[in-house]
């Protein structure tokens, strides 16, 4: 896909995409060589133009009359989404969600290798995770510069997100997954994806509130 194609694509397209993926790999687990956008479209909650015009936006995938391959599907969206590489990774932060990061396995499954902890709270320091001992913060920069990273997942307080963030950023770090309550920036050289978990569970209390059974105020 030429530079130009890309910059075309927008970013609603983008956040869609992931979705086709898993949504294909179900299927190809499931056995299922063929699919539609019609079928896709009842699976996801989209239309089947819809459908059709995420994927238009890469090439033509579908055959007239028959639909997509799931396999060949998949494996074309894989390439888009950069699936088609190891990533070594790094988990700054080994509370909850560093640790849920860490134990998530379809992450090591699609290449994601978290590679090592750290963490500055004595309690958390050597604790094993996956078979990976925490390691304090103070050795931060001597690890990243000894080894190879490609991401690191940011999962620390907010008053120390910032800090923390321009500490990867120092040592080489290019691609953050942030899972602060800080949005951190990005820059024409670094990548960030900003998670904020309580997006999705106040999108799910409008969509209650809007079918009218979002509960009485105060739980009465």
């Known amino acids: ?84 590489r190891a990533y070594q990774t790094i988990i700054i932060g080994a509370g909850n969600i560093g640790r849920a990061v860490t134990n998530y396995p379809p992450f090591r499954r699609e290449g994601f290798e978290i590679c090592a902890l750290f963490d500055e709270s004595p309690a958390l320091i ?18 990243i510069a000894a080894h190879k990273v490609d991401i690191a997942v ?16 120092h040592s080489g770090v290019r691609a953050v997954w942030n899972f602060t309550p800080v949005d951190l920036s990005p820059s024409p050289d670094v990548v960030v994806q900003n998670v904020h978990l309580s997006d999705s569970l106040y999108t799910l209390t409008f969509r209650m509130r809007e079918h009218g059974f979002g509960g009485v105020l105060g739980g009465q």
């Open 154 to 169: 940011l999962a620390v307080p907010a008053d120390s997100a910032r800090i923390m963030f321009a500490r990867l950023l």
């Open 1 to 84: 896909m030429t530079d130009r194609k890309r910059l075309a694509v927008s970013e609603a397209v983008v956040r869609r995409l992931p979705a086709y993926y898993r949504h294909l790999r179900e299927l190809e687990m499931q056995g299922e060589h063929r699919t539609s956008s019609r079928e896709l479209s009842e699976r996801m909650g989209l239309t089947a133009s819809q459908i059709r015009q995420d994927l238009n936006c890469f090439g033509g995938f579908g055959q007239q009359g028959y639909g997509y391959h799931v396999d060949e599907l998949k494996k074309r969206i894989g390439e888009i989404l950069g699936l088609t």
């Open 126 to 143: 050597g604790v094993s995770v996956q078979g990976l001992a925490v390691r304090p913060s103070d050795e931060l920069e001597a690890w």
